[in-house]
């Protein structure tokens, strides 16, 4: 069982930076697909970035060159670096391994 905690969320004002962070624990992390999603009230959940065991990457365009998902192999840990943030990336994100585990999730709210 893949146990994941997500940090680093919180209210910024927008145009300013957040960076999430992932922790896991029950399982062989070096192998898992990970990835971060998020969930607007009222919308589904949808996929945010991807990172595969390999660190290839993949972003959805709406956050293409304002985000940045990382992996750290050594301390078990996925980060996701945003920039530049807007209203409309208010949500609760959600850190996941590979389709199947899911964190609690950690809410970010950007408002004036």
């Known amino acids: 069982q893949v146990q994941l905690v997500e940090s680093g969320g919180g209210l910024v004002q927008p145009g300013g930076s957040l960076k999430l962070s992932c922790k896991a624990s029950g399982g062989f992390f070096s192998d898992y697909a990970m990835g971060w999603y998020r969930q607007a009230p009222g919308k589904q959940r949808e996929l945010v970035a991807g990172i595969q065991n390999d660190g290839s990457t993949k972003y959805r365009d709406f956050v293409k060159g304002r985000f940045t998902i990382s992996r750290d192999n050594a301390k078990n840990t996925v980060s996701l670096q945003m920039n530049s943030l807007i209203p409309d990336d208010t949500a609760v994100y959600y850190c996941?391994?590979?389709?199947?585990?899911w964190g609690q999730g950690t809410q970010v709210t950007v408002s004036a």
């Open positions: 996941n391994a590979e389709g199947l585990y």
